[in-house]
């Protein structure tokens, strides 16, 4: 019998988590926050204000991200676009917002070929947010199963 070595590197955690692929300083992104209530919602939303004075030099397009998968979606509802967490903060401070309560329901993209379309179209799209590009990956399968083509060049 012998005994077993275990060796561990521990350090800090880095200040600032970065992701590289970000490009918030170009685009605005999408914050979303839902709730089960409008109660729950306005707590939400102090918690974010909060979060984001605390935390001002954060990536929004990280957080953003974060904030879509990190959480179901819920009937009440506040979406803003911003480019960074001070223009965040900001605007979850302002008075006129307004909250929407939304029904859950399924939703389906129709693309209608009627030359509103152009090769490459959603290129950008498919190279910056990842779970449209799993959800493209998809449908590209099931199409080169029945069609024994790709839909992707």
Same mark, same amino acid.
């Given at each position: 019998?012998?005994? @077993? ?10 200040? %600032? ?9 170009? +685009? ?7 709730? %089960? ?7 939400? +939303? ?24 990190? +959480? ?8 803003? @676009? ?15 917002? %307004?909250?929407? %309560? ?22 950008? !799209? ?9 959800? !493209? ?7 080169? +199963? ?8």
């Amino acid at each position: 019998m012998s005994g @077993t070595n275990v060796h561990a590197l521990i350090q800090e955690p880095p200040n %600032k988590l970065h992701n590289p692929k970000s490009n918030s300083t170009f +685009r605005p992104q999408v914050m979303t926050i839902s709730a %089960k209530s409008e109660a729950a919602l306005e707590a939400y +939303r102090l918690k974010y204000l909060e979060f984001c004075k605390s935390n001002p030099d954060l990536d929004v397009a990280d957080v953003s991200y974060g904030m879509s998968l990190g +959480r179901a979606a819920f009937p009440y509802r506040i979406a803003l @676009t911003t480019k960074s967490m001070i223009e965040f903060a900001s605007k979850l401070e302002a008075q006129e917002l %307004k909250v929407g %309560k939304a029904t859950l329901r399924k939703i389906a993209f129709l693309f209608t070929g009627q030359g509103s379309h152009y090769q490459g179209m959603a290129r950008n !799209l498919y190279a910056s947010v990842p779970f449209f590009a799993s959800a !493209l990956d998809s449908c590209n399968e099931s199409f080169k +199963r029945i069609l024994g083509l790709p839909c992707l060049t």
